[in-house]
């Protein structure tokens, strides 16, 4: 007997967010049973969740994150459905809050907030777009491997904040710079909204643009595009604008939500166009989709600390998450996907 998954047809497709509910529903249920494992015991673990999900100050303190993490999402997941398979998203989000920093702190303390507040998460955005756009150049016009050097890349960006808080930006005997203005700094909530209008745009352009039909049809009939009139490397192009554009937006939402300064890196970065990627494929490569995947991801991501105070080893914590998630994602597979048994 040998079991495969084989593509649903159109009319047989599940609602994708139903089916992720009761993979999460399920990812939660497994985890509280592992919780006898734990010193807590299931009864403390489902102490524990119920705690981190019903009470508003964890999903608030859980908002700061979403929008580089679904931003970065949404833009990954029109570049993946183009065949685009970019990391790019982790370097770009260091990009855009760079780019707003530098402009808030030396450049635009003079004229009023909110104009200095647009005008650096613009610029945010398109510090983004040219960072990834370098990606789609070199993939289209040098058969470069884009997932290299996309990864290349988010090296170049960690190492430039590096140099920045060890040199011409450091602040003090730290490496790390002088914080924000406080009257730079936006609340969580705002910088969510405006993340889920871009998203919200992204989606649009998905579904409404000749740029949606290109990018789905690119992937899986590329010569049957090619012929009806689509240029692919003009929407590998555009792809990687955007992605680019949504990843820096979240950096710079991100430096004036949260972090106000800029501090020295690790290799692994920020780690929030990491999780990008997953919030993307979670949501099935959707756009709009990515406002629920970032919301989880986030979520998880602050009870990561929560969590282990409430008696939790982060051993069992990291173990929840990935249960969780894993869930996630095979129950939203499922709704695209069958299973089909084969004999013999």
Known sequence: MRLTLEPRAPNERRNPLLYG??????????????????????????????????????WLLSLPYFAPIAASAAGLALAYRAGFITIGSEGQVILGAVAAYGLLYFKLSTIPTVLALAVAVLAAALAGALYGFIVGILRVYLGANETLVSLM??????????????????????????????????????????????????????????????????????????????????????????????????????????????????????GYGYMGILAAWLAGLRPAATIAAGLLITLLYNMFVSLQLQGIPASFVLAFEAVIVLSVLAFSTLARYKVVIHDG
């Open 21 to 58: 509910l009761a993979g999460l529903g399920v990812g939660f249920l497994i985890s509280v049973l592992l919780g006898s494992l734990t010193p807590v015991g299931v009864t403390g673990v489902a102490r524990a969740f119920y705690v981190n999900l019903s009470e508003p100050r964890f």
């Open 153 to 270: 890349l988010n090296y170049i960006a960690v190492a430039l904040v590096n140099y920045l808080v060890a040199g011409p930006w450091q602040s003090g005997p730290f490496t790390r710079t002088e914080p924000l203005p406080d009257k730079f700094w936006v609340s969580g909530i705002a910088a969510a909204v405006i993340a889920t209008i871009f998203i919200a745009l992204l989606e649009a352009l998905y579904i409404y643009t000749r740029l949606g039909v290109a990018v789905d049809s690119i992937s899986r009939a590329r010569r049957a595009a090619e012929t009806y009139g689509i240029n692919p490397g003009r929407a590998i192009l555009a792809v990687a604008l955007l992605a680019g554009a949504a990843a820096g937006l979240g950096g710079g939402l991100y430096m004036v939500s949260e972090q106000h300064q800029l501090l020295s890196l690790g290799k692994q970065g920020l």
